[in-house]
């Protein structure tokens, strides 16, 4: 059974190379990560995520400093507080555990909103570049060497210098 599924799966991925080759498509590849590392918009987003991150960090780290004194506080009186009033310090720290749980929830959350809007403009710039540099080559497939899923390629046609010159990148 597994023979019959490789044997399929051969002559498939041969038909599918035929039909490409009798069809005479264009392929060219491009390696998107090397492409956006070159686009100068992504160091003022890295800085400014770095920023949006160390916002977060620093209201996190006074959330905890706060919970630890707090913690330390009760330790030190626990034994000279009344039952009442020990039930109603546990609950104020339950409280605040339970806020800074909720805040580094929130926190990643916004963190990665925040890295969605820097972000996905430089990425559809990208994309759009590649895709008008296709159509005006005349590739009917660009392969992202980046991605999982390109097993082998021996040369090929790079878009790399074409694209960068769509976006005025050196």
Known sequence: MKKL???ALVAGGLLFAGNIVSAQQKIAHINSAEL???MPEVVNADKQLETFKASLDADGKTMYTEYQTKVQAFQGAEKTLSDALKDAKVKEIQDLQKRIE???QKAGEDFE????ELYDPILKKAEDA???VAKEKG???????TQPGIVYFD????IMPDVKI???LK
Do not use: M, P, S, W
Request: proline share 0%; glycine share 14%.
């Open 155 to 158: 040369g090929g046609i790079n």
């Open 113 to 116: 909103k925040k890295r969605g």
């Open 36 to 38: 956006i590392k070159a």
């Open 5 to 7: 599924f490789k044997i």
């Open 130 to 132: 590649v895709k008008v």
């Open 166 to 168: 769509k976006l005025g």
């Open 102 to 104: 909720e805040f580094q």
């Open 139 to 145: 590739y009917a497939y660009v392969f992202d060497t």
